[in-house]
């Protein structure tokens, strides 16, 4: 069962910058789709970004679009979340999330659409 860790979370001002790492232990996303979500207390997770296996499709939730830039190195096996501009309401816990399926653009962002999960990161976005 693939397993992966999400790094580079933290605690950081308003309109800091944060740069999220998911790797997998003992493997490679290389091979996978992937999203990353975030829940914050009492709300419901939500799809911030995804992209394909190959890099090749990108796609971000609204409340991200223009400050989230998702990537991926494929020599390391990883996927980033570059998060600039942070807003307090992006304070929550990060997940990256895998699969070996094929997404597409109107899919990528769903829960249902990933079978597996990482144990989340907290950012935190305060003065």
Not at 92 to 107: K, P, R, V
Request: net charge positive; glycine share 12%.
């Amino acid at each position: 069962q693939l397993q992966f860790v999400e790094s580079g979370g933290g605690l950081v001002q308003p309109g800091g910058s944060l740069r999220l790492s998911c790797v997998a232990s003992g493997s490679t996303l290389s091979n996978y789709d992937i999203g990353w979500f975030r829940q914050a207390p009492g709300k419901e997770r939500e799809g911030v970004s995804c992209i394909r296996r190959n890099g090749g499709m990108t796609h971000y939730g609204d409340s991200v679009k223009g400050r989230f830039t998702i990537s991926r190195d494929k020599s390391k096996g990883a996927v980033y979340l570059q998060m600039n501009n942070l807003k307090p309401s992006d304070t929550a816990t990060y997940y990256c999330a895998a699969t070996t399926l094929n997404t597409i653009a109107s899919t990528c962002r769903r829960e249902s659409s990933y079978p597996s999960w990482g144990q989340g990161t907290q950012v935190t976005v305060s003065s």
